[in-house]
């Protein structure tokens, strides 16, 4: 099992120095962490917006490289702001796009990648795991679709993501069950 510094070693070659982000979180705070989170492994933060209208002003004249947008704001919400990405034909409608979200439900996943959202990240999160993120999105292969009303990365592929921290946990329990269980079965035959 490899953890989040196996995975970040193999990917030492990706600079991230010259992406143009943006980040748009309604709260002061968010915007603040998600910024020095970037910042302390060399993104420069090339627009922040505490509001949707704000970033797809900024979006129709400027591309940019990465976006960072948290899921819940009042007005028009990051889901919003992702559609209306992937469906502009004035703005980089093929950007990679992060979520934040500090209460998510299945539902809000779901709501993340129907919008065409490439990864949610849950708050608070760790600077390693935004950074594990953007780099498998950075790496990310998957096509791009256009399926109805729906723009963005193929839904459909399930086994290529990094694991993520509810899998781990599930592994570790899995094999601590296991070797208790080895252990017991041990005891019992030394018992005999």
């Not at 600077?127 to 256009?146: G, H, N």
Request: with cysteine; proline share 4%.
């Amino acid at each position: 099992m490899s953890g989040v510094g196996e995975s970040l070693r193999e990917s030492a070659v990706i600079n991230l120095t010259g992406a143009t982000t943006m980040v748009v979180d309604d709260s002061s705070f968010g915007l603040d962490l998600t910024c020095q989170a970037l910042r302390g492994f060399g993104i420069r933060t090339s627009y922040t917006c505490q509001s949707a209208a704000e970033a797809m002003e900024i979006l129709v004249d400027h591309p940019v490289d990465l976006l960072v947008v948290d899921c819940e704001m009042p007005s028009v919400d990051g889901y919003e702001l992702v559609r209306w990405l992937r469906r502009s034909a004035r703005a980089n409608a093929l950007a990679p796009v992060i979520m934040t979200a500090a209460h998510i439900r299945r539902s809000k996943i779901d709501e993340a990648r129907d919008c065409g959202a490439n990864f949610v990240v849950t708050k608070p999160f760790s600077a390693s795991t935004l950074l594990e993120r953007i780099v498998w999105v950075a790496r990310d292969t998957r096509p791009f679709l256009e399926v109805g009303d729906y723009f963005g990365p193929d839904r459909r592929i399930r086994d290529q993501g990094p694991p993520s921290d509810e899998r781990r946990d599930a592994v570790i329990r899995k094999a601590a069950f296991e070797a208790e269980q080895a252990a017991r079965v041990a005891s019992m035959d030394g018992a005999s």
